[in-house]
């Protein structure tokens, strides 16, 4: 940015040449800078009336809301599946909602190395959030497989970001079945390039799957045209869908009829799934990969949910988003460099930025207790880096601005320094 763009009225300006600043009346952000999109998205309207509807159909209905509340509780998962088809790029019979994120990788995991030679190894990177390897460790246990021998991890060159051709080497290098990767880093926020990886992993006949966690709602995916083999997803981040909000899945249809490895009668075929046979038949979709009764209450919340984002649409989010961490990167450059010591652990390139920044400085984690307490929410992430999440919908620029600056006034009056930095909790 030049400059003179860098005060609070180009801030408001920005905002008032916002497409999407209306969209921010619809949540109920608490009466602070709220930059923590990326752990838990805040509620809306329009989530809130979608719960408190099923709340009534289920005083009014009980067990009737099964087949008669609107819509009907029996098909929600696969209802809403359909619904979030478009927001990562499948056909609607590829996508279903079901579970937590990570009993969605037990399941995908475990039934894709069923499906290979039973000693395949995966190939995940150092950087992944911590669940998704636990998750893989365990299924290999379950086979019978030494995971230190068969999870196969890419190092990091810097600390912050996985190198593609790093990855593709690996593949070369090892005999891998399935690449497992995130779509964005939880920690520096890279994104990671989706078509590249899937097509290398192809030409090697490899699987690829991915975790859209800290991506889906934010950035747009193709996983159809990519030809993605499997992915998962929660819907408490940018999907904003309420905390334990039900997960999300995606398999390819070209893999459609394999046995589920965590089979329940959710994922029975549905039109005779209350014949109650005890011979299993998984539903001929994705729908196959539902366990047990969909929890409705964490469910009706995303389909309030995705009604804002689908009138705005996943393009439009994606530009401002972009527009908005490009601006919070300018700021930190500029309002909070070398005199501060924070730098931008991000990559600067927006194609392979996903929806947060990651401001590294030495003592992050006391910055980021001082600016939750001073009403901007952010999140610590060890070693050293503090999470700001300009997420579109909600989120200004006047916001980003004033974020900053408590920061600034935070280092330079040495109010970060009365935290202490061991505390433990969640954040
Ligand atoms: C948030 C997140 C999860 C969360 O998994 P849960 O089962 O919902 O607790 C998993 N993987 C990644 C990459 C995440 O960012």
Same mark, same amino acid.
């Given at each position: 940015m030049d400059e003179s763009d860098a005060d609070r009225a180009s801030a408001e300006r920005l905002d008032r040449d916002d497409p999407l600043a209306w969209c921010a009346e619809r949540f109920a952000v608490p009466d602070e800078i709220y930059l923590d999109g990326n752990s838990l998205g805040p509620l809306s309207a329009d989530a809130e009336r979608a719960l408190d509807d099923t709340v009534d159909e289920w005083r009014e209905l009980g067990i009737r809301g099964w087949t008669d509340a609107d819509p009907p509780w029996f098909r929600y998962g696969e209802r809403l599946g359909d619904r979030l088809a478009p927001l990562v790029g499948a056909r609607e019979s590829e996508v279903v909602v079901a579970n937590s994120t990570t009993v969605n990788i037990h399941t995908l995991i475990g039934t894709f190395l069923d499906g290979l030679d039973g000693s395949s190894k995966i190939l995940v990177n150092e950087l992944d959030f911590p669940t998704d390897h636990y998750a893989i460790r365990a299924q290999f246990r379950q086979r019978g497989l030494d995971p230190d021998e068969h999870l196969v991890v890419v190092e990091s060159d810097d600390g912050r970001t996985i190198d593609e051709e790093r990855v593709v080497r690996a593949m070369d290098d090892h005999d891998v079945g399935i690449l497992f990767m995130p779509s964005v880093l939880y920690r520096s926020g890279q994104l990671l390039d989706i078509e590249y990886l899937t097509r290398a992993a192809h030409e090697r006949d490899v699987l690829a799957g991915f975790d859209l966690a800290h991506s889906i709602g934010v950035v747009p995916h193709e996983l159809s045209n990519h030809d993605v083999d499997f992915a998962v997803w929660c819907s408490y981040k940018y999907l904003n869908a309420g905390p334990g909000a039900i997960a999300g899945l995606y398999v390819n249809e070209e893999h459609f009829g394999a046995t589920p490895a965590l089979a329940g009668w959710w994922g029975h075929e549905k039109e005779t799934q209350f014949e109650m046979n005890p011979q299993f038949t998984p *539903? *001929?979709?994705?729908? *196959?990969?539902q366990i047990g009764t969909i929890p409705i209450l964490s469910a009706a919340p995303l389909d309030g949910a995705l009604d804002l984002i689908e009138e705005v649409g996943i393009d439009a989010i994606r530009e401002k988003s972009l527009a908005l961490s490009s601006y919070l990167v300018a700021l930190v450059d500029e309002r909070l460099d070398d005199s501060f010591e924070c730098s931008v652990g991000t990559p600067r390139d927006p194609n392979r930025r996903g929806g947060h920044v990651a401001t590294e400085h030495p003592e992050a984690e006391r910055i980021a207790q001082a600016l939750t307490e001073d009403g901007v929410v952010v999140d610590f992430r060890p070693p050293n880096v503090v999470r700001l999440c300009p997420s579109p919908l909600y989120t200004g620029y006047a916001d980003v601005w004033d974020a900053v600056e408590r920061w600034r006034e935070i280092l330079d009056s040495g109010a970060h320094e009365r935290f202490d930095a061991d505390r433990s909790g969640v954040t």
């Open positions: *539903a *001929a979709d994705t729908g *196959a990969y």
